[in-house]
């Protein structure tokens, strides 16, 4: 198996000494510096290059709700950078693939291109299958996944940078490295094959855009425990989810506030206080604007009884858990 493109767009950066570094260490210096495990260890992204890469283009929250996501967006390629600002999105930087082209009010999170995604010869050596290899047993070889979320997130980037005007704002906020040109770019875009390249990425790529609140509710609704998953929560203090929570049920104050002033203007005219349909109406949204807002108030504050006890109990979990592996690391040799 070959890599997707021939283009070579980087420089051949020299040594430490100055000289030229050798083929493997070439590549290695296009890696991160480091990467964050699954236990929150920092390890040095050359000591396992695999599990390094595997990082960079994780999707796992997302194939958790593959089959949902044509709730959260279109199945078309996003639109192009200088779209995004004049819809008055700002874009921020993420180093997650998972929310790569995620959306919400004002905000595009976009993840900058890796220099290990942009050289032909790591792909070689690391994301595609060498002779021999199995990859009829998924558990033997992740190669051929990788290289789909690799190819996926490249083509992402193709409908990003559409124009020279896309490729400047690209540079400005540092998603391509400064030394990628205008002209190795459109090399690059016209050997990807864009046309024909949905069989061969991701599923997830054949979304554009997803929208943030829309991700939220699906993995409010299909995750456990219910009410705590959500995909990115803007809830980071307490004093945020009593904000939100009480802007709405101010909100419905303020209407039912206003259907109560009709309900005694209407009750002051004949016809209406005649009524006997009325009457009844009256009486239950009276009964309704006195215990509906108590019932509101009380469910938001089990709520937040239920996530503080359960944020609590995990973060005590945690605190253990990490402290006894900091303690196994420290008398490993």
């Known amino acids: 198996m070959s890599p997707p493109f021939s283009a070579f767009l ?104 890796p220099r290990f995604l942009l050289d032909p010869a790591f792909w070689m050596e690391y994301l595609c299958c060498q002779s021999g290899c199995s990859c009829s047993v998924a558990s033997e070889c992740n190669r051929p996944a990788l290289q789909r979320r690799a190819l996926g997130f490249l083509f992402s980037y193709a409908a990003l940078i559409s124009h020279e005007s896309d490729f400047s704002i690209a540079q400005d906020k540092h998603l391509l490295p400064p030394e990628v040109t205008w002209l190795a770019w459109r090399h690059l875009v016209e050997q990807l094959d864009t046309e024909r390249i949905y069989s061969k990425v991701d599923v997830r790529f054949h979304y554009g855009e997803l929208r943030l609140s829309r991700l939220n509710k699906i993995y409010l609704l299909s995750q456990r425990p219910f009410l705590l998953h959500r995909y990115m929560s803007h809830w980071q203090q307490y004093w945020a989810f009593f904000q939100d929570n009480f802007a709405w049920l101010a909100s419905a104050t303020i209407y039912i506030t206003i259907a109560l002033t009709a309900m005694q203007v209407g009750l002051a005219t004949r016809t209406l206080a005649d009524n006997d349909a009325f009457q009844s109406v009256s009486y239950g949204f009276t009964v309704f604007s006195i215990l509906g807002p108590i019932a509101a108030v009380g469910l938001i504050v089990l709520v937040f009884c239920y996530m503080f006890i359960h944020n609590w109990a995990a973060t005590v979990a945690y605190g253990k858990k990490r402290q006894q592996h900091i303690a196994s690391s420290s008398e490993s040799p």
């Open 10 to 113: 980087l420089e051949v950066q020299p040594g430490p000494g100055g000289d030229l570094l050798r083929p493997q260490d070439r590549l290695l210096s296009l890696l991160p510096a480091s990467y964050r495990t699954d236990t929150d260890d920092i390890v040095a992204a050359g000591r396992d290059v695999c599990a390094c890469i595997a990082k960079e283009l994780d999707l796992k929250r997302l194939d958790r709700v593959l089959s949902w996501l044509w709730v959260a967006g279109r199945p078309m390629p996003p639109r192009p950078l200088h779209r995004q600002l004049l819809l008055s999105r700002e874009l921020f930087v993420t180093e997650q693939m998972d929310m790569h082209l995620v959306w919400t009010s004002g905000r595009l999170f976009v993840k900058p291109i």
